[in-house]
């Protein structure tokens, strides 16, 4: 049965019947061949299929979120074995990487401990370097938390993914493993056994417990023992074993060799040895011993060179041969000065292990070689010191850049510190609310307290809602962050903010986190209040005037508002988008009825001079037909750039002269028709001039029965 055909309810069904239990591979002290642990391998007991290998069903386990179960299921189980097993040795577990971001996993692994009985100092968990990619800050958390646990952390598989000595610097791993295929290629390709010979180095330099998988022939064991390896697991020294034939194991009095042929039988047939020539062999550890991207040097109780690899002789810029018989004071006197002490203590016994040493003697003084060295004591079988094993790693690029990131990110801090915005940043889920220190200056709320909404505390309780729901529909959508409220200052007054944000995501369109920025926009935010509230007293205003008005746009003529008055004086509705020529050519003339030429509106006229034009009268026929005489007046709307933007009519109905008017017309009529009387009862006489409309005016005062 293949993986795709493991169902999450087959895992589930396992997880209920136990069927999921774990295995035992004995670790060995390479040197003594002595049990110092084991570590534990899931397997599945399957009642069909037998034993099912962790590859067939821990990915299963990842993607239908079961992992934490099953490895929590797994953990108890060994916590209830480990009594069976000398407390002297460790036992190893493996923790999947979505595990190593569970906040809550070194809790869950405290209470699990405390319920077994079991002491964390025995634990080491084994993390692959895939669980660190991306995710340094958490996992160096995470670690603190399970150091102060007091167990102990092994990095996995190093080499052979993501690999970076960030992550050995940055955590505090106890032990480093050698990836298996490195192990059974060693004796095969030379890449494998300078890859195996650096990782061990690194190690030393570090002063982390080395430990080799996937051992099976005495040879590679020797070859491990010879780079100066701690320990080794795999079937040269036993298969993983239930644990129920753990006794029998423990009976051999801890020390485990199984013959060559086990092994081949195990194994199948055994890579060929490295060389059983002396001379050859030798020329080949030499060469592994050259190609170690780590310096290595030993020195006796003289303190001279006895040997020297080509990695360290290239750093201190001077040939090999130059260095081997003569003492280090003599052929590098000053930097004799700088370690001196660290060699003394290694003379007397002591370790030094991974000091950071700065060298200005290999370079320029401006930019000196940073090292990180070791010294430790090299004893014979008597455990009597011989001399000094010397292990040098040139950390200067990473020095210079960790010193360029640190100026780049004073220059930021500076930076953020002169800009007036509040700066934040939060995990996904909101979790891990971090806001800068402006934020505490504003508010007088410290910076710890606004985690899990803390920071809600000081929003305006009428804002609360909106504030939140914002923030909640960002983090589930994704979308970018936009949202205005009031905080509370430290004096107690409330002020305007505008919070914005958006996600990080990463080169596969996952967020993997958020920035955003705190605006204080208190000051547009009260100026947008005043002038809503001086909007509404000029609408006000301008309803109550008690003349109609019309404000057109210019030149599109369309009309962007009018009062109550101007429907009345018309007669008609006046709709707001609606052209005004329409309303200009609905019947409007003058007193004497002639049709009104375009420079005779008002409107016209004071957009084309740029004044105010009229009064004027006309007359102005409704949409019931009726006529109706108005007095109307404009003038432009000038923006500060001088452009017209707009024009403003003003007009009213003059009720009581329309009836003056028309009274005036019939007089007018009726003396008319007297003078064709009087024309034809008189021939001889002069005809009486007629008066026309459009030329009368009548003095000031004056009615139109006035008129003779």
Request: hydrophobic share 40%; net charge negative; proline share 6%.
């Amino acid at each position: 049965m293949v993986m795709g055909s493991r169902t999450h309810h087959d895992l589930a069904v396992a997880l209920e019947r136990d069927q999921i239990v774990p295995y035992f591979q004995p670790i060995v002290d390479l040197r003594s061949r002595v049990v110092t642990g084991f570590e534990v391998l899931a397997r599945w007991i399957h009642p069909v299929d037998g034993v099912i290998a962790p590859d067939e069903f821990i990915p299963l386990a990842e993607e239908i979120g079961l992992i934490g179960d099953l490895t929590e299921h797994l953990v108890r189980q060994v916590f209830a074995i480990a009594p069976a097993i000398p407390e002297k040795m460790s036992i190893s577990v493996n923790i999947s990487s979505l595990q190593f971001r569970d906040r809550r996993f070194p809790a869950d692994l405290e209470r699990a401990a405390s319920q077994g009985g079991f002491s964390l100092n025995r634990l080491v968990l084994e993390v692959t370097e895939s669980a660190l990619v991306g995710n340094i800050e958490q996992a160096r958390a995470i670690t603190h938390e399970l150091k102060e646990l007091g167990i102990r952390l092994a990095l996995d598989d190093f080499g052979t993914g993501y690999s970076s000595l960030r992550h050995l610097q940055a955590l505090p791993f106890d032990e480093l493993k050698v990836d298996a295929s490195f192990v059974r290629s060693m004796g095969v390709t030379r890449e494998s056994r300078k890859i195996a010979a650096a990782v061990v180095g690194l190690g030393q330099s570090l002063g982390m417990t080395t430990v080799a998988e996937g051992v099976e022939t005495r040879n590679q064991a020797e070859m491990l023992l010879w780079l100066g390896c701690d320990w080794g697991q795999g079937w040269l020294y036993g298969r993983p074993l239930p644990a129920s034939s753990l006794a029998a194991v423990l009976s051999r009095e801890a020390v485990l060799e199984v013959e060559q042929r086990d092994a081949e039988e195990v194994c199948g047939p055994i890579a060929p040895q490295l060389d059983a020539p002396p001379a050859q062999r030798l020329a080949q550890l030499q060469a592994i011993y050259d190609g170690v991207p780590v310096g290595l040097a030993f020195l006796d109780l003289n303190l001279r060179y006895l040997s020297i690899n080509r990695y360290l002789a290239g750093l201190y810029k001077l040939p090999v041969a130059d260095h081997l018989g003569r003492r280090l004071a003599d052929v590098h006197p000053r930097r004799f000065a700088l370690v001196e002490p660290y060699l003394r203590r290694a003379l007397a016994g002591d370790s030094t292990k991974g000091v950071e040493v700065s060298d200005p003697y290999s370079d320029t003084p401006e930019s000196p070689r940073t090292c990180i060295v070791s010294y430790e004591p090299v004893r014979d079988e008597a455990g009597e010191v011989i001399g000094v094993s010397v292990s040098v790693v040139d950390i200067s690029e990473r020095k210079r850049a960790e010193d360029a990131l640190r100026k780049v990110e004073e220059h930021h801090r500076r930076a953020m510190e002169l800009n007036p915005q509040i700066t934040w940043t939060a995990e996904i889920g909101g979790e891990g609310f971090e806001l800068d220190s402006k934020w505490e200056r504003l508010t007088g709320m410290p910076t710890a307290e606004v985690y899990n909404h803390g920071w809600m505390k000081v929003v305006h309780p009428d804002d609360v809602a909106g504030a939140l729901a914002d923030m909640q529909q960002a983090l589930a959508t994704g979308e970018t962050l936009d949202s205005e409220f009031r905080v509370r200052e430290a004096g107690g007054s409330w002020r305007w903010m505008r919070n914005r944000a958006t996600g990080l995501r990463d080169e596969t369109g996952k967020l993997i986190r958020w920035y955003g920025t705190l605006e204080d926009v208190d000051e547009r935010k009260r100026a947008e209040q005043a002038l809503r509230r001086s909007e509404t007293l000029l609408q006000a205003i301008f309803r109550a005037v008690p003349v109609g008005l019309i404000v057109a746009h210019v030149p599109s003529g369309e009309i962007l508002m009018s009062n109550p008055q101007a429907n009345r004086a018309l007669g008609r509705s006046v709709i707001t988008a609606k052209n005004i020529e329409d309303y200009r050519q609905s019947g409007a003339c003058h007193a004497d009825g002639s049709p009104f030429e375009p420079l005779d509106y008002p409107l016209a006229r004071a957009l084309l001079t740029r004044q105010a034009a009229g009064p004027d009268e006309m007359i102005y026929h409704t949409a019931d037909g009726s006529r109706r005489v108005i007095s109307a007046a404009a003038a432009p709307v000038i923006q500060e750039d001088g452009a017209v933007a707009a024009g403003v009519v003003a007009f009213q109905e003059i009720q009581e002269t329309a009836e003056e008017r028309q009274e005036l017309l019939q007089r007018i009529a009726q003396l008319e028709r007297e003078n064709e009387a009087l024309k034809s009862a008189s021939p001889g006489l002069p005809r009486r001039p007629a008066v026309r409309a459009a030329s009368w005016s009548r003095p000031k005062g004056a009615r139109a029965s006035d008129i003779p």
